[in-house]
Every structure is written in structure tokens, then in C-alpha cells.
T-cell receptor
């Protein structure tokens, strides 16, 4: 059973397009996250939701909009894609914040041409 | 503000040799500390973490790390490297709060030579 799953795994698109990445967790966790890993493998948090409520919103362009329809899902919608958005996006979940272990999905590699 | 520094972006060891990956952090409050491993084209997997209690923490695959508050360090070690240990390793810190926000170091690529 996959704990944290993301779709799609690869996403290739043109500049200016709008795209979405979906994330689902079957661990019963209350908190979900989006991280961005750039070409130098640096990881940075973008957003976090706890029980469908946004609790972390880092300085991310407002072209990025997370949506959590329920505790098990956290989607990421990106408008007007730019070349600099090319990266690997990871979804993660944890039972709560603090010292709880975050479980990561396999990642979505986004390439903007 | 919290930050994490991993000394050495690339570490190369021979199979069977000691693995030592260095991590130093800065935090104004007692932190939670984590080591994650990332194999090629995969997500991150927790190796071990320190929250409270014993400062020597044992993790999966024979790895361990020691929290040294006086040195603000959380170095990762393994007595004997295996070829399968070749991967990217990330040290991370979070505040003892409820947001769970992880601040990652820049990562260390571990190469294991036969």
C-alpha cells in the first residue's frame, strides 16, 4: 500500500500553461505539506495544511495555490507556469507538526519549456 | 531564524569504511533534528530523528546520530558503509512547535566505492 502518492510523476508543459499536481495519503494523518526541490537538490517548504486549514504559507508566488478538499488530499495548482517553476515537487504528511515524522511522496518532476 | 549547514556536499568512502556526514544547526530554541535519505528518483525517507531524551539516536540501516547541544551538531555515522548506502542525505531542523516546518540543509551526496 502506497502511503503518500502523487500524480502525475512527470509533467512537461509549456510556459504560460496552468497545471495541477495531486497528492493523497492513506496514513490517517492530520497534516500535509508541499516542498519544492530545485535543480541543486535544495528542499524548501511551500505550504502546510492541518485538518484542511492552511498553517504554513511561505513566500511563494501567488500563482501557486494549494487546495485541501479533505484531510487525505492536498493538491497544488500552478497558474501561468514559468521556466523557474521547473523542479521536483514533493508532498508529505505527518500525524501532526512538531517532531512527528513526515512521510514523503515519490515526487512530481515538473519541466516547463 | 533556524538554519542547517551540512559540511561537504560530496563525501566518498570505500565499502566497509566509516561513514561520517556532518550537520550543524542554528536555532534560538531547542530544536527537533532529523536525517532523511533520498535514493535516486525517489522521495525522502526518515533515517532517524531527535526530539527529546537520549542524545544518541539509532536509526534504520545501521545509522546513528548524536545530538550535541554545546556544539550545535547532529552528525550522522555508520560504522561500515555498504554499496546500497550511496544516496543523498539531508539534515533538517524544526522548532518544537506544532507547525512541523522543516528547514533542510543543502544535502550531502554519499558515494561508496567498491
Amino acid at each position: 500500500d502506497t502511503a503518500v502518492s502523487q500524480t502525475p510523476k512527470y509533467l512537461v508543459t509549456q510556459m504560460g500553461n496552468d497545471k495541477s499536481i495531486k497528492c493523497e495519503q492513506n496514513l490517517g494523518h492530520d497534516t500535509m505539506y508541499w516542498y519544492k526541490q530545485d535543480s541543486k537538490k535544495f528542499l524548501k517548504i511551500m505550504f502546510s495544511y492541518n485538518n484542511k486549514e492552511l498553517i504554513i504559507n511561505e513566500t511563494v508566488p501567488n500563482r501557486f495555490s494549494p487546495k485541501s478538499p479533505d484531510k487525505a488530499h492536498l493538491n497544488l495548482h500552478i497558474n501561468s507556469l514559468e521556466l523557474g517553476d521547473s523542479a521536483v515537487y514533493f508532498c508529505a504528511s505527518s500525524q501532526d507538526g512538531g517532531g512527528y515524522t513526515q512521510y514523503f511522496g515519490p515526487g512530481t518532476r515538473l519541466t516547463v519549456l | 531564524a533556524q538554519s542547517v549547514t551540512q559540511l561537504g556536499s560530496h563525501v566518498s568512502v570505500s565499502e566497509g569504511a566509516l561513514v561520517l556526514l556532518r550537520c550543524n544547526y542554528s536555532s534560538s530554541v531547542p530544536p527537533y533534528l532529523f536525517w532523511y535519505v533520498q535514493y535516486p528518483n525517489q522521495g525522502l525517507q526518515l533515517l532517524l530523528k531527535y526530539t527529546t531524551g537520549a542524545t544518541l539516536v539509532k536509526g534504520i540501516n545501521g545509522f546513528e546520530a548524536e545530538f550535541k547541544k554545546s556544539e550545535t551538531s547532529f552528525h550522522l555515522t555508520k560504522p561500515s558503509a555498504h554499496m546500497s548506502d550511496a544516496a543523498e542525505y539531508f539534515c533538517a531542523v524544526s522548532k518544537a512547535s506544532n507547525t512541523g516546518k522543516l528547514i533542510f540543509g543543502q544535502g550531502t551526496t554519499l558515494q561508496v566505492k567498491p
